[in-house]
């Protein structure tokens, strides 16, 4: 008997413990506990769980071109920057390679920029290249597993095909080099040539502290139905439209240029992140590529992302459920978007409104310094320990080789 | 946008190579398919030649028609793919199985190439729905939504436990009555809580004034008191403060419970007024925008520069709205008061109310100034020490501001996050004392005679040359009817008359003058 009330009674905390956590009131909004298909692990913590080795490379592939450009630092692809900054000071980092599980190459491919800010990825191959064959030559865990066990951030457009236009770089492909390598990069796109399984994909970087000043109180009604700015038709590039965004982005503005519930144009206003507070959809369409910065924004400004990219694949998709906290649009619908988005319930809308207000989620979206616990950092490490322990066929057996060292485009075999 | 401006500026960097003919060379290899690499070529310039000749392009016609997926659908607004660049990507992507894998000429991917994505790279068309603007029944839904998220956010931002709103105007009928009261009752059916209407009116409770916030639907209390409205501002505010307070005795008497505004007729409040002062908890305080005015604008202006003039370091006073609302200091702790500069309007301002000067405000407006009406009870628990007994106040001594019912102004509570939203306007304009005006604003009976404006929206009309008169002559002779069109004319209203005269030409609006005269003056002739 007394057996059974311990038992009844170990249930009964058990259920309390477990409905309190789903609906957690605090001094804001209420959230809604965010679990994906990997489980609750927004906020697990990395630390113990696995352990990093950064490779020590010669200035000239990361602090050299920081100083020739330091621009690095704010633009979109900043990501690899402050990957390392955080690596070399967190507690996974170890200075002992051989219980490392993981190994950190920092190179900045995408810090070779134009005058107007935009990175060109002509000698990211080379670069690479040169690092890899410096790691292989200096240590020896690149040949152990001929990089099963090393990983890499490339936040370029296409990742790892290094081009920015999407017929190259399918037409490149991943660098034969990384091809057993993990990858952390922005580009995400379902049976694609640039994204390679095991891929971990991760936002693009916003800075935290421009979002942060531009906060507005909460309890400010949110009036806009739809909101966007941004360009529709790349005159300077496809004049005629249909190239950009696979038409989608002139597909919403022919529709939807004179509907009342779309506040969308192409000019910069000064209060672009208070609107998007004010709003209750933005759209997320694709650009060039699929992936953008305003998936990262929606997210900190608790505005409902609308995402118009076929076949998308969003950051940490296997620790975020983004098909319940956004609303994802085929291009081909994109005319009936305004008959989608209206029946919508609202019951589903809000709880949509309750899970980007978590504070766990918004935290993963950002790269804050200095690195704070949840946030896209520490993603990356979960999905690194995710990934753990290895299999037995990454190690190679002594002489076996599985990459080709010449293969690609002659032109990247040319040293750095 | 950063991204928008980044990415513009990106794209302008790429080569012409993304739409020129020698692509080819990116996507073969090896030497063998130089043959196919020069068939391309030619079969590009042979396109181009027929293309100059017919006028389109037609090489995309031949290819759409060659290679169409099921991704172009009938509902494509512009050119259909182009071959050119992706036609070898096209074929593994989607017709994969299709092709011989061999055959592909670039080695696109490791994995398998049966697993092929369903996006195309190219040229896609522009989808447009049939008929693309809003459709009114996905806007009242979305507006719904929009309601629906916004009590939401209400219900979890706003506060838990809403009081009633008590709002105190003291009014008298006279030509601006209908236009001041109207607007403040617009904004008080708007309001989302509890709401009693206290209006006190000098002169007596007419009919005018109840037939007015009849309309409104709220609950209104209508008090009428003897005296009649004075002359001059200053009498008429003296007055209005008698009139509040016998607004906060019925209030006492009735013992209403919430948070007492005084809505002045002529003042405009903003919504979230009304929701920042239900964190009142017992005397608070808001910033009023003061709008003076004066009748004459060119004074107004010449009142401006001067002021320029003289402080030329101060720049902010000459450009910025003067508020009047509580003073904090950084801790947001109260210290004292903005009040309105009168000094710029120093013998200029309007003493009587049909004045053509500048109006100005009291030192403290009472419509910055929200309690809770717990304060004036007799008996109310929790009262604070700091509240004259309300009950006691002698109002024949004249009460010049709110703070004269508190024993210690300093307690009073800052809203509008201390003071730097400013959530309601004054503004002061009043028609001449002996203006009239019809009873109720109803025109009844509609009035018979009209006459032609001096001046039309549409330009003056030369005379007309003498070539034209056989043109004239058909239209005077049809003087009997265009004469019955006016007639009709005089009985509809006054909106279908410039219609009516749009759609004739030119010419015709002189003559309709003319024979309208002649009308009316032949009606007269008539009766006669």
């Known amino acids: 008997m007394k057996l059974w009330s311990w038992v009844l009674i170990f249930i009964v905390c058990n259920l309390t413990f477990s409905t309190i956590s789903a609906f957690r009131l605090s001094r804001s909004q209420p959230t809604e506990r965010i679990s994906g298909s990997a489980g609750d692990v927004l906020e697990d913590d990395p630390v113990g769980r696995l352990k990093v080795f950064v490779y020590e490379l010669p200035s000239k592939y990361n602090k050299k071109i920081l100083q020739k450009d330091p621009r690095c630092l704010n633009h979109m692809f900043a990501a690899e920057i402050y990957m390392q900054r955080f690596l070399l000071s967190s507690p996974v980092r170890t200075l002992n390679p051989e219980e490392a599980d993981w190994f950190y190459v920092p190179v900045y491919t995408t810090c070779d920029l134009t005058p107007n800010g935009l990175p060109l990825p002509f000698k990211s191959p080379r670069m ?89 109180p909460e309890k400010t009604p949110r009036s806009i139905f739809v909101y966007f700015r941004g360009l529709f038709y790349d005159v300077g590039n496809d004049p005629e439209g249909g190239y950009y965004a696979r038409g989608a982005r002139a597909a919403v503005w022919e529709n939807f240029k004179d509907n009342p519930l779309f506040d969308i144009s192409t000019e910069h206003p000064t209060t672009y992140y208070e609107d998007m507070q004010r709003a209750i959809f933005c759209l997320c369409p694709l650009g060039w590529a699929p992936w953008s910065p305003r998936l990262v924004e929606a997210v900190i400004f608790g505005c409902i992302p609308v995402i118009i990219a076929d076949d998308i694949v969003l950051p940490f998709a296997d620790a975020i459920p983004w098909e319940e906290i956004g609303v994802f649009v085929d291009e081909k619908d994109v005319p009936y978007l305004d008959t989608i988005l209206t029946s919508i319930p609202p019951e589903v809308i809000l709880r949509k409104q309750r899970l980007l207000a978590n504070p766990s989620m918004k935290q993963a979206m950002l790269f804050p310094q200095p690195a704070q616990p949840g946030d896209a950092f520490h993603q ?37 | 946008m950063k991204l928008s401006a980044l990415h513009q500026s990106y794209l302008n960097r790429r080569s012409n190579s993304f739409r020129s003919p020698t692509s080819v060379d990116s996507s073969v290899d090896g030497s ?87 996006v195309v790279v190219g040229r896609h068309g522009i989808r447009i729905r049939p008929w693309p603007h809003p459709n009114p029944v996905e806007v009242m839904k979305a507006h719904q939504i929009i309601e629906r998220v916004q009590k939401e956010q209400k219900s979890v931002f706003g506060v838990k436990r809403s009081k009633m709103v008590i709002a105190v105007t003291p009014t008298y009928v006279r030509t601006f009555q209908a236009l001041h009261l109207n607007g403040v009752m617009h904004s008080l059916m708007l309001v989302p809580y509890d709401l009693v209407w206290v209006i006190v009116e000098a002169g007596g409770a007419t009919n005018e004034t109840a037939s007015i916030i009849a309309k409104s639907g709220i609950r209104t209390i209508h008090v009428g008191i003897d005296q009649r409205m004075p002359n001059t501002w200053e009498d008429r505010s003296k007055l209005e403060v008698f009139m509040r307070l016998q607004a ?74 003067p508020v009047q609302g509580p003073a904090c200091n950084s801790t947001d702790q109260l210290v004292g008061w903005h009040i ?181 003056s032949s009606k007269r002739q008539e009766r006669n």
């Open chain 1, 128 to 216: 690479m290249r040169s690092a890899i064959q410096l790691i292989a030559s200096n240590w020896p865990y690149w040949n152990r597993t001929e990089g099963a066990d090393h990983f890499f951030v490339v936040p370029h457009d296409f990742g790892a095909c290094f081009h920015y236009q999407e017929e190259k770089a399918i037409g490149r492909g991943i660098l034969t080099l990384l091809q057993r390598a993990t990858l952390v990069q922005t580009f995400g796109q379902r049976n694609h040539v640039c994204l390679k399984e095991g891929s971990i994909t991760v936002p693009p970087y916003a800075p935290p502290q421009k979002m942060q000043s531009h906060l507005i």
């Open chain 1, 380 to 416: 990356v490490l979960n999905g690194l320990a995710r990934k753990l322990p290895h299999e037995k066929s990454v190690y190679l057996r002594p002489g076996e080789k599985l990459l080709n060292w010449t293969a690609g485009p002659v032109a990247d075999l040319k040293p750095w």
């Open chain 2, 32 to 118: 063998g398919k130089s043959l196919i690499a020069l068939f391309w070529l030619i079969l590009h310039c042979l396109c181009c030649l027929i293309s100059l000749l017919l006028g389109f392009r037609f090489s995309r016609l031949v290819f759409f028609f060659l290679f169409s997926t099921s991704s172009t659908t009938t509902n494509l607004y512009s050119a259909p793919f182009r071959p050119d660049l992706p036609v070898k990507h096209l074929d593994v992507h989607t017709l994969g199985r299709r092709l011989d894998p061999g055959a592909a000429t670039n080695n696109f991917t490791v994995a398998s190439t049966t697993k092929s994505s369903r």
């Open chain 2, 248 to 321: 906060l005795r019925v209030v006492k008497e009735e013992k209403l419970d919430g948070v007492v505004m005084f809505a002045d007729d002529s003042n405009m409040h903003s919504m979230e007024f009304f929701d920042e002062i239900q964190n009142v908890k017992w005397f608070g305080t808001v910033s009023v925008g003061i709008l003076a005015h004066s009748g004459n604008a060119e004074e107004m202006v010449l009142s401006m520069d001067k002021r320029k003039e003289m402080e030329k370091e101060a720049e902010e006073e000459s450009s910025l709205l």
């Open chain 2, 340 to 520: 309105f500069n009168t000094l710029p309007y120093a013998g200029k301002s309007a003493v009587y109310i049909d004045d053509v000067a500048a109006v100005l405000p009291q030192k403290l407006e009472w419509s910055g100034f929200v309690l809770n009406s717990r304060l004036l009870w007799e008996e109310a628990e929790n009262k604070p020490e700091w509240v004259k007994d309300f009950g006691s106040l002698n109002e024949n001594e004249g009460l010049e501001s709110p703070l004269s019912l508190l024993k210690d102004p300093s307690m009073v509570e800052p809203l509008g996050s201390c003071g730097r939203q400013v959530l309601l306007w004054w503004l002061r304009v009043e028609a001449r004392a002996d203006s009239k005006f019809p009873p109720g604003w109803i025109i009844d009976p509609p009035l018979e005679i009209t006459v032609a404006a001096k001046r039309t929206p549409w330009p003056d009309v030369p005379p007309e040359p003498p070539t034209k008169k056989k043109d004239q002559m058909p239209l005077s002779q049809g003087d009997n009817t265009v004469v019955v069109i006016p007639k009709q004319q005089q009985h509809s209203t006054k909106i279908r008359k410039p219609k009516r005269r749009s759609k004739r030409n030119k010419h015709e609006p002189k003559l309709t003058d003319t024979t309208q005269v002649s009308s009316s």
